[in-house]
């Protein structure tokens, strides 16, 4: 997917989670983000589009030394969902006005402005996800959306120790594990091998599709995306896992997102 396609999707999310909440009560419980309700995960949504257009707005080099950003919450909790809405016309328009392929500063591997719409978009996707499952709502996620956002969370997740620190654990003496779809076919598509060193963890980038992991996961894009988001239990019917099940319990236990 391109930066522009990313731009439509964050639209088509977001309209698909307001949709999602705006008839709902918002004081349902989302078990999938504990402690949260509806309009919790509502307004999480809105403030990070809301953060994420500020930081495009200003093109940033350096990282933000503040994460103060004018919300204009709603007064009413039943606003939340045409705020939400609010935010993301506002962030599509920022998009439109934004040079995508322009240097910026990103907490991930990609130091252009791009990268803060394909991260908003996952966002919002997971979190629509959420509110569907909170709601007893199969979620229904694209097949190249989530082989994106498969993409998309293992080559950042190695730069994530920030917020997510028990990444920094994800560490093994030369140990692999791959990710395999089982729906769909092309070269390269849907096959992604991580490799762990003593030193930390990375994507291999050229790896053959023969090559034999020390553990694998298999299963359907979608579920996968939200089995790497920690949505779904790999003991679910909906995976195979293979090799080493001692080395992916070290992968789950730490990589929390």
Same mark, same amino acid.
Not at 213 to 223: K, S
């Given at each position: 997917?391109?930066?522009?396609?990313?731009? +439509? @999707?964050? %639209? !088509? #999310? /977001? *309209?698909?989670?307001? =949709?999602?909440?705006?008839?709902?009560?918002?004081?349902?419980?989302?078990?999938?983000?504990?402690?949260?309700?509806?309009?919790?995960?509502?307004?999480?949504?809105?403030?990070?589009?809301?953060?994420?257009?500020?930081?495009?707005?200003?093109?940033?080099?350096?990282?933000?030394?503040?994460?103060?950003?004018?919300?204009?919450?709603?007064?009413?909790?039943?606003?939340?969902?045409?705020?939400? +809405? @609010?935010? %993301? !016309? #506002? /962030? *599509?328009?920022?998009? =439109?006005?934004?040079?995508?392929?322009?240097?910026?500063?990103?907490?991930?591997?990609?130091?252009?402005?791009?990268?803060?719409?394909?991260?908003?978009?996952?966002?919002?996707?997971?979190?629509?996800?959420?509110a569907e499952i909170a709601l007893g709502i199969p979620p229904h996620i694209d097949r190249a959306l989530a082989v994106d956002g498969i993409d998309e969370f293992?080559?950042?997740?190695?730069?994530?120790?920030?917020?997510?620190?028990?990444? /920094?654990?994800?560490?093994?003496?030369?140990?692999?594990?791959?990710?395999?779809?089982?729906?769909?076919?092309?070269?390269?598509?849907?096959?992604?091998?991580?490799?762990?060193?003593?030193?930390?963890?990375?994507?291999?980038?050229?790896?053959?599709?023969?090559?034999?992991?020390?553990?694998?996961?298999?299963?359907?894009?979608?579920?996968?995306?939200?089995?790497?988001?920690?949505?779904?239990?790999?003991?679910?019917?909906?995976?195979?896992?293979?090799?080493?099940?001692?080395?992916?319990?070290?992968?789950?236990?730490?990589?929390?997102?």
């Open positions: 997917m391109n930066p522009a396609q990313h731009g +439509a @999707a964050v %639209a !088509a #999310e /977001a *309209a698909g989670f307001v =949709a999602t909440v705006k008839a709902a009560d918002l004081s349902t419980p989302v078990p999938t983000c504990p402690g949260w309700t509806l309009a919790d995960l509502t307004q999480h949504v809105g403030s990070v589009h809301r953060w994420f257009t500020e930081l495009l707005r200003r093109r940033i080099q350096q990282p933000p030394t503040s994460r103060e950003v004018d919300l204009r919450l709603p007064q009413d909790r039943d606003g939340l969902p045409d705020w939400l +809405a @609010a935010s %993301a !016309a #506002e /962030a *599509a328009e920022v998009f =439109a006005a934004t040079d995508l392929e322009a240097p910026m500063w990103a907490w991930g591997v990609d130091q252009h402005a791009r990268f803060w719409v394909r991260r908003m978009l996952f966002e919002t996707l997971v979190h629509r996800a959420d293992l080559t950042n997740l190695p730069f994530a120790s920030p917020f997510a620190p028990l990444t /920094a654990q994800l560490r093994a003496p030369d140990r692999t594990i791959r990710f395999s779809c089982t729906d769909g076919e092309g070269e390269g598509d849907g096959d992604w091998l991580v490799g762990l060193r003593p030193d930390g963890f990375a994507l291999v980038a050229d790896h053959a599709e023969t090559r034999t992991a020390d553990a694998t996961v298999r299963g359907a894009a979608a579920d996968l995306l939200l089995l790497l988001y920690g949505r779904l239990d790999r003991q679910s019917d909906a995976f195979r896992l293979l090799g080493d099940q001692d080395l992916l319990t070290h992968w789950f236990t730490h990589s929390a997102f």
